[in-house]
């Protein structure tokens, strides 16, 4: 799977939108962009996730460069409950065996919002 | 709840000692994980298995053994554990197959402490 690389840590006000972007350069044409987050001893959580085209559900956008070398995970109204480890994840959807089934963390980005 | 369901939540464990990582999942999945978070560290994955077969041994130690007994359960079986073997573990499952790009499902996790 793809490498990606994130910004260690980031800060938001509350209320406003939090912009986490990650990249992922060497993505293959078959690799999807997946966003997960971990808030604080629990385990992660599954936000979103894309191949080409910008998605977008109750919890974030994701946006997804022309060249999907980049992308970019929108709170649009991030919270105080939003703080939280968020990693960006690109993987294979594959068949039921080898080893494209894995999902491999990174370090991610520490989102911090504060008041 | 996010339908997988880890027990017991916390465990300490003496170096001597032999004890069990339960995980359930309630979401009909085919496929279920076991992962290591070391503090500070990024998640390890540990152990895949697929349909009841393991695929993937991340060349963990043997004082850590898997079972799956079913596709809905998944044991961690420890014993002569190590200090540095503390962490949070966590379960995950998915539905795997060929076009399928659902993410992964986590669990709470087991804190575990070895002392």
């Given at each position: ?76 109204h991030a919270t105080l409950r939003d703080t939280a480890v968020y ?29 | 709840?996010?339908?997988?369901t880890q027990t017991p939540r916390h465990l300490v464990m003496g170096m001597t ?99």
């Amino acid at each position: 799977d793809a490498k990606t690389t994130q910004p260690t840590s980031m800060d938001c006000a509350e209320g406003r939108a939090a912009n986490l972007p990650c990249n992922h350069s060497t993505i293959s044409g078959n690799e999807y962009v997946y966003w997960y987050r971990q808030i604080h001893s629990q385990g992660p959580q599954y936000i979103i996730h894309g191949l080409k085209n910008n998605e977008t559900n109750e919890m974030a956008s994701l946006i997804i460069t022309e060249d999907r070398k980049s992308s970019t995970l929108i709170l649009p109204h991030a919270t105080l409950r939003d703080t939280a480890v968020y990693y960006c994840i690109v993987r294979v959807a594959t068949g039921l065996t080898g080893g494209g089934n894995k999902l491999t963390f990174g370090t991610g980005t520490q989102l911090k919002v504060e008041l | 709840e996010t339908g997988v369901t880890q027990t017991p939540r916390h465990l300490v464990m003496g170096m001597t000692n032999k004890k069990s990582l339960k995980c359930e999942q309630h979401l009909g999945h085919n496929a279920m994980y076991w992962y290591k978070q070391s503090a500070k560290k990024p998640l390890e994955l540990m152990f895949v298995y697929s349909l009841e077969e393991r695929v993937e041994n991340n060349s963990v130690p043997s004082r850590f053994s898997p079972e799956c007994p079913n596709s809905s359960h998944l044991f961690l079986h420890l014993h002569t554990l190590q200090p540095e073997d503390s962490a949070l573990y966590l379960c995950a499952s998915s539905q795997e197959g060929r076009g399928t790009t659902l993410g992964y499902t986590f669990g709470s996790g087991t804190r575990l402490t070895v002392v």
